[in-house]
T-cell receptor
Framework: ETGVTQSPTHLIKTRGQQVTLRCSSQ?????VSWYQQALGQGPQFIFQ???????GRGNFPPRFSGLQFPNYSSELNVNALELDDSALYLC???????????FGSGTRLTVV | ELKVEQNPLFLSMQEGKNYTIYCNYS?????LYWYRQDPGKSLESLFV?????AVKQEGRLMASLDTKARLSTLHITAAVHDLSATYFC??????????????FGKGTKLSVKP
């Protein structure tokens, strides 16, 4: 059984650019959620995917979008990057909410 | 809107001492999670509490949930340096809600000094 893996680990982008972050869920987990964690803050829920469909969204603008693939891996896409998008982006997967969520190691995005 | 408040936000302890971190939340929920985060690292799941009165213990940490008071506690017994980290509580939705939508507190940064 493998854990949740994310790539890349670090990324520097320029304001206005677009970025794609990737997550490979833990085996057997059909639900994936994405979170944004600013420095010194708790993670903020972006959205969740269940069986390739978006199944819940937090208070983030439409330029944050995602995909989940049949193998339950997923992507987070952010368009028109802003300086405030600089954060640690975490992916979490779960086989069901009674079991808790396994978080990946995150992608540190810096927008300059 | 569900809000989760942790206190204290910063905690400096001496080794061997006991202390409790509190997590209050504003609306009904019966799912409460505790996580640990080391600097620059991801979140490590500590406890999943799913019912009123739930109590779980692992080593020097014990977590409890009182859904009527909307309160969870994380008790640290005889602290050791290795427990130094930031601890987050997160509240999950009630049945029927979006299961991935965890609302996190701001975290409690714990420093255990020799």
């Amino acid at each position: 059984e493998t854990g949740v893996t994310q790539s890349p680990t670090h990324l520097i982008k320029t304001r206005g650019q677009q970025v794609t972050l990737r997550c490979s869920s833990q085996s057997g987990h059909n639900t994936v959620s994405w979170y944004q964690q600013a420095l010194g803050q708790g993670p903020q829920f972006i959205f969740q995917y269940y069986r390739e469909e978006e199944n819940g969204r937090g208070n983030f603008p439409p330029r944050f979008s995602g995909l989940q693939f049949p193998n339950y891996s997923s992507e987070l896409n952010v368009n028109a990057l802003e300086l405030d998008d600089s954060a640690l982006y975490l992916c979490a997967s779960s086989p069901g909410q009674d079991y808790g969520y396994t978080f990946g190691s995150g992608t540190r995005l810096t927008v300059v | 809107e569900l809000k989760v408040e942790q206190n204290p936000l910063f905690l400096s302890m001496q080794e061997g001492k006991n202390y409790t971190i509190y997590c209050n939340y504003s609306t009904t929920s019966d799912r409460l999670y505790w996580y640990r985060q080391d600097p620059g690292k991801s979140l490590e799941s500590l406890f999943v509490l799913l019912s009123n009165g739930a109590v779980k213990q692992e080593g020097r940490l014990m977590a409890s949930l009182d859904t009527k008071a909307r309160l969870s506690t994380l008790h640290i017994t005889a602290a050791v340096h290795d427990l130094s980290a930031t601890y987050f509580c997160a509240v999950g939705p009630t049945l029927g809600g979006s299961q991935g939508n965890l609302i996190f507190g701001k975290g409690t940064k714990l420093s255990v000094k020799p």
